[in-house]
């Protein structure tokens, strides 16, 4: 019990992320925010564990004390970040999701209160208030007492108040505390040494509704609901798709926690599809599913299993709908969520040709909510963000884990066939700010023109092998050397493609230098804009996903460099794991809230 | 030496490469005297400036010594009239294709007769690669300057000195340059400097800028690119081929995406998503129309949307765009301002310059210039030596290419004194001087070119005779005809070629024509005759008019004012009159005037005005000679004088038709003050002052006058603004609002322009204004 609060962080931050956005009813307990409890649970033993009162719980001890140590080590290479901003972020941060969907739970009956899960959350209501306590300690994270005496008084009080309140108003325990997502930053181990989660399958005992005046159909998904394990969950298969104009990245949910009972009631064709993806890595021609960025031992909205993430050519689309006609698909009642140019646009032909309901997502909204949802859960125990230090030296440039706890304000910047850029100041509040068509598309489109390729794959190993200084126009090309008038290195790239306004040159340039050139230039014009756009938002913090980052090295470290060079070290380029899926976790995301919302 | 340079292909094309197709002392003119040079080598083009002083003919009018003369004599000119040389400075600017610069060089080396000149100032890329060349042809030393302090120093330059010279590009409108007047205070502006590269500079100072920063995507990767992906080479072919392509067919739209003409992200379904998104399906051919417009998008787009983040961080709003990639290209304009518009949502306005090309070979030549302090003086673009905007560029001028070859030139006269506004000026920055913006009015414009066509013949005429003894005198009349002909053809087709077109923009080109050629002054005869004509009236009129009680003699000095407006040589309705009858005069020209109430009559209200206290000081800008001077204004001055109020009488520094000059006022008054004890001593205490406007112009820009005129207003106080004639108070400056109180008068001596205005011919436009408290 004591170890799982440590290590089962993931599963509770996502229920609480299922639960966003719903009603005003739940406002009572909106004071009581995640970011406070998460600082209230885990910022005192993560930062200044010899500030933590008797009254912090034992549970979080040790798996805390080892993301304490874990971040005591990046902190060393990272900025401070200073106590001030977990002010902005709490200010900033919505209601508390979990609170939300613990409110619901009443509905369904008393007896719910027996279930395992609840009895975890009531040990969890135990720690909630006495988690809460540790808050104080929080002012000497960073050895900066002065701020404890703004911030402690707060968010204690907060939390406190909503427990409280939570328990007055429905006789429930307030939500469970998150648990700092630095524990699943922690040594591997920690993540790993979590099996006691098993067990606390709560979704084990479905409850069954009376569902008494409803039509065949809705009492088919009903029961279909109930497969999934209880109520206010969706039906399976759990999809999260984002139809890009490249790409289509799929996120696919796979239960692991099926019990024997419903593996039997597992319909046949929810069978297949979970065997067939599962099973593979590659589907048809084109799809693939990246392996490597599966998140195991995942889990969400109560259900523990393993998130996939499958990719395939946006046009193979008509093939996919074709397969989810010939798969029956629509028999399975459940809700395609869907985001994505795509989702707009196949959303026709989902229905008329598959028989399914896109439920369609704003692009961005899904792609905040899924990045913030991936880096709370971490990479398997490992981080999910991470930056480049020493970006200007080629020697010494490496890959180091950042720590996103203060996300915002972030500039994200979305580099899928085009690029978005997006500052964002909190979870909901973020404004797109600009773009470019110069994205991915352009990159893959101009080196299939240039050099005959026909994959981003391709491109990019042509790319690796090529040197873009004989393609483009340096600045010593024109000047001879330094153009010390405006301070410019010789280096520096005047005229990209410059050298191509000569025939001899073009003649005799190779295809690897130009998919390095054409790689070169349209990630420095990306750097270029978002840092300019850095800059007139006032933000620091470059946060850059997005698959045209997929297995491309050289443009992350372009940007890592191009960010600190121009910016003489003021802006950081970061960079997460699951670069291009965010937006298909975030439609998933969306299909638990919806499910909550009926 | 103009006459030379017209004279067609001498022995010197022989030494110039066959392709040059005209010959190339139409280009390098005044080479005899070239002092200074600069040179601009870009990656096609190279600019070369030169200085020179042009020697021309001007009148001059001396006075005769009058002691112990009978003034009253007949037949005797009041003065002298005599053509002298005079010399002037010229910048010579010349624009050529790189492949051109060796034969080039070669003339300017023959033709090269000035030893002085020992360094030759160099900028641009291109100036590293021909250094050598320059040394060996021209012996002269080469000095390196940096590329963007020449660029900001020719776009300063050319920013205060060229009236019109940045405009916006507008697509859908016709013309698509829309000219802005010059703001008096340029500074700060953004230069965007799309050459191979961009680089963005911010320019605070007429010295201070800064680089703030730039972009390797530019002309080169247009360029570049194109050139890989068509197979084209030349940037003029690859922008051809943009303009004939669908970017739709090779870019990912949203609505590619979105599918139909969803509206997301506040963004439309035809922006483009992804450029060359689509071009990443296999087995799909694009063609090389489509891939430069896609290209062309892509990079235009990409350059404004940096600019206008530029122009944010730095709080600007000018944005001023300049190098290879914009010049004379209206498909790259039309993508820029459409970026940039989309961008800043309105809040940046793009802006290029008609001399764009020129920017760094002035920079150059100004820095090499240093020592001769060429920013003290004011500088005039010379409409008859300098080539219009888009005369190369075959997109919009495919005939008027053949014609010029790929040759562009400028030419900028020195002005003797510095210009400045006059400081009575409401708004300066807002203040237009032209009434009708011909390029604007279609109709206007239609009508008043073929006006002055229709007038040609008489001005020809009219020159041949001002030089009676001049042998050549017809030869150059016809050249002139040519030229000018040439000039109105020209803004036929382009209205917009040097600057906006107005009234006043015909009339200055036919003068810089007519100076041209060596006809510095063709009225100087008739003015000559008509100042004597009336000097001898003057005395009868002062008589009359002291006869006349308080009330009716007021109505009569504005009636005599508009009288004498009547004999105005640059009309055609009174030109026609002149010529045929001889003796028409005063009266008779008072006969024409409309009774009241006129056109535009608000005399009653200046009536009243009269009544109350006299005025500090009048300025009065004065029409023609003659009449118009004599008998018109110097009784009005004397009647202000006479009531206490101190005038400045401001005329014409050169010649222009028959308007009186400054040289020609001061005779008339020391003429006058001899008849007149009222004038005798207001000239001798300095109440009425005679001086120029800086203008030889029919017309009036009040933004450009004489620094000492604007220095006389101020210190004296001038509270009254009097503005005479249709040139100056019609064609421009009806509309300027003032500080002080103003009087516009004017006879309308054109039928097309009173039908216009709502009256007949000779319809009078009396317009007092006292600005708002």
Known sequence: MLKLVGGGGGQHWACSVAGTGLGGKEAAFEVARPGDQREAGCGGPGWGSSGIPDSAPGAGMLPAGAAGRARGGQSTEERGEPVGEGEERRARHPPAPALRLLNRKPQGGSEEIKTPENDLQRGRLNRGPRAAAPAPGMGDRGGRPEHSATHAPGAPADTGAAAVNGLLHNGFHPPPVQPPRLCNRGPAGSGEAAPPRLPLLPELQPQPPPPQHDSPAKKCRLRRRMDSGRKNRPPFPWFGMDIGGTLVKLVYFEPKDITAEEEQEEVENLKSIRKYLTSNTAYGKTGIRDVHLELKNLTMCGRKGNLHFIRFPSCAMHRFIQMGSEKNFSSLHTTLCATGGGAFKFEKDFRMIADLQLHKLDELDCLIQGLLYVDSVGFNGKPECYYFENPTNPELCQKKPYCLDNPYPMLLVNMGSGVSILAVYSKDNYKRVTGTSLGGGTFLGLCCLLTGCETFEEALEMAAKGDSTNVDKLVKDIYGGDYERFGLQGSAVASSFGNMMSKEKRDSISKEDLARATLVTITNNIGSIARMCALNENIDRVVFVGNFLRINMVSMKLLAYAMDFWSKGQLKALFLEHEGYFGAVGALLELFKMTDDQ | ?773
């Open chain 2, 1 to 773: 030496m103009a006459e030379c340079g017209a004279s067609g292909s001498g022995s010197s094309g022989d030494s110039l490469d066959k392709s040059i197709t005209l010959p190339p002392d139409e280009i390098f003119r005044n080479l005899e005297n070239a002092k200074r040079f600069a040179i601009d080598i870009g990656g096609s083009l190279t600019k070369l400036a030169y200085y020179s002083t042009v020697q021309h003919k001007v009148a001059r009018v001396r006075s005769f010594d009058y002691s112990g003369k009978d003034a009253e004599q007949d037949h005797e000119p009041p003065y002298e009239v005599s053509v002298q040389e005079e010399v002037t400075a010229r910048l010579h600017f010349v624009k050529f294709e790189n492949t051109y610069i060796e034969a080039c060089l070669d003339f300017i080396k023959d033709h090269l007769v000035s030893t002085e000149t020992k360094v030759i100032q160099a900028t641009g890329g291109g100036a590293y690669r021909f250094k050598d060349l320059i040394e060996e042809k021209l012996q002269l030393r080469v000095d390196k300057e940096d590329v963007m302090t020449c660029l900001i120093k020719g776009c300063n330059f050319v920013l205060k000195n060229i009236p019109h010279e940045a405009f916006v590009y507008q697509k859908d409108s016709d013309p698509e340059f829309r000219f802005q007047t010059n703001h008096p205070n340029i500074f700060p502006y953004l230069l965007v400097n799309i050459g191979s590269g961009v680089s963005i500079v911010k320019v605070e100072t007429e010295d201070r800028f800064e680089w703030v920063g730039g972009s390797s995507i530019g002309g080169g990767t247009f360029w570049g690119l194109g050139a890989l992906l068509t197979k084209t080479k030349k940037f003029d072919e690859l922008l051809h081929l943009a303009s004939k392509g669908q970017h739709r067919n090779v870019d990912m739209l949203v609505q590619d995406i979105y599918g139909g003409a969803h509206q997301t992200l506040g963004l439309g379904g035809s922006l483009i998503a992804s450029s060359f998104g689509k071009s990443a399906m296999a087995d799909r051919e694009f063609s090389k129309e489509d891939m430069a417009k896609s290209l062309l998008h892509m990079i235009s787009n990409d350059i404004g949307q940096l600019a206008c983040l530029y122009a944010r961080l730095h709080g600007l709003d000018r944005v001023y765009f300049g190098g290879f990639f914009i010049r004379g290209h209206p498909v790259t304009m039309r993508t820029i301002t459409y970026s940039i518009n989309f961008f800043s949502k309105g809040e940046v306005q793009a802006l290029f310059l008609r001399h764009e090309g020129y920017l760094g070979a002035i920079g150059a030549f100004l820095k090499g210039a240093e020592q001769d302090n060429p920013n003290q003086y004011s500088w005039g673009e010379n409409y008859a030596g300098s080539s219009g905007l888009m005369s190369s560029s075959p997109e919009l001028c495919p005939t008027q290419r053949a014609r010029s070859g790929t040759f562009d030139l400028l030419e900028m006269d020195r002005l003797e004194r510095p210009l400045v506004n006059l400081p009575l000026l409401l708004d300066p920055s807002s203040y237009v001087p032209d009434t009708v913006d011909l390029t604007d009015d279609a109709p206007a414009r239609k009508y008043w070119l073929t006006c002055f066509e229709e007038a040609l013949d008489g001005v020809v005429k009219r020159a041949v005779a001002s030089q009676p003894g001049s042998a050549d005198a017809a030869e150059r009349a016809e050249k002139f005809r040519q030229k000018y002909w040439g000039k109105l053809q020209t803004l036929r087709h382009q209205p917009f070629a040097y600057g906006t077109l107005t009234v006043r923009s015909l009339l200055d080109t036919r003068e810089h024509c007519l100076n041209e050629f060596n006809f510095p002054d063709p009225y100087s005869k008739v003015k000559q005759k008509e100042n004597g004509v009336a000097l001898k009236c003057f005395p009868r009129v002062i008589r009359c008019l002291d006869a006349l009680g308080w009330e009716e003699r007021q109505l009569a000095l504005v009636k005599g004012l508009l009288a004498g407006n009547v004999f105005d040589w640059g009309a055609k309705a009174v030109s026609d009159v002149l010529e045929s009858d001889p003796q028409f005069g005063f009266e008779e020209a008072k006969m024409k005037l409309q009774e009241r109430p006129w056109l535009v009559d608000s005399y009653s209200k200046w009536l009243q005005r009269l009544k109350g206290p006299p005025h500090k000081c009048a300025l009065i800008f004065a029409d023609n000679s003659g009449v118009d001077v004599i008998l018109g204004v110097f009784p009005f001055v004397r009647e202000l004088l006479s009531r206490g109020t101190e005038v400045i009488l401001a005329c014409n520094s050169g010649p222009a038709l028959n308007d009186v000059t400054y040289c020609e006022s001061l005779i008339v008054a020391e003429r006058i003050a001899a008849m007149d004890p009222v004038i005798h001593s207001a000239l001798r205490e300095e109440r009425l002052l005679l001086t120029q406007t800086g203008s030889s112009s029919p017309c009036l820009d009040l933004s450009r006058l004489d620094k000492g005129l604007a220095v006389l207003v101020r210190e004296r106080g001038a509270d009254l603004v009097v503005i005479e004639g249709m040139g100056r108070a019609v064609h421009t400056n009806y509309h300027a609002a003032l500080r002080c109180e103003s009087l516009k008068l004017a006879v309308i001596k054109n039928s097309w322009l009173a039908e216009r205005l709502g009256g007949r011919l000779f319809s009078v436009i009396f317009k007092y204004e006292v600005p708002a408290k």
